[in-house]
């Protein structure tokens, strides 16, 4: 029995060592998976502005602002996600422009 517990604590270790990072990537993941829809919507303010523009890229910014509302992450993570929301902040100033 002894013989087969020391092969299993070999097997295991490189694993418990890989969560750490593993864990950080996945809460991550939850905020900056929306960053490529904020990416488009600064694309589009860039474009020319006509009132119909303005208003759907309002409109998208509402949608994702309620969408990042929604994300649930640890406290560790909270600054990563209130960047976000300022990034969706700033974008908005942009537009009023």
């Known amino acids: 029995m002894k013989v087969l517990l020391l092969p299993l604590i070999v097997l295991l270790f490189p694993l418990v060592k890989m969560m750490p990072p593993a864990y950080r990537w996945r809460m991550r993941s939850r905020i900056y998976r929306w960053y490529a829809e904020l990416e488009t919507i600064d694309a589009e303010i860039n474009q020319k502005e006509t009132p119909l523009n303005i208003e759907k ?19 560790a993570f909270r600054e990563e996600l209130y960047g976000m929301r300022l990034h969706i902040e700033l974008l908005r100033k942009k537009l009023k422009k």
Not at 57 to 75: H, Y
């Open 57 to 75: 890229t309002t409109t998208d910014l509402d949608e994702l602002e309620r969408k990042v509302a929604g994300i649930s992450v640890p406290l």
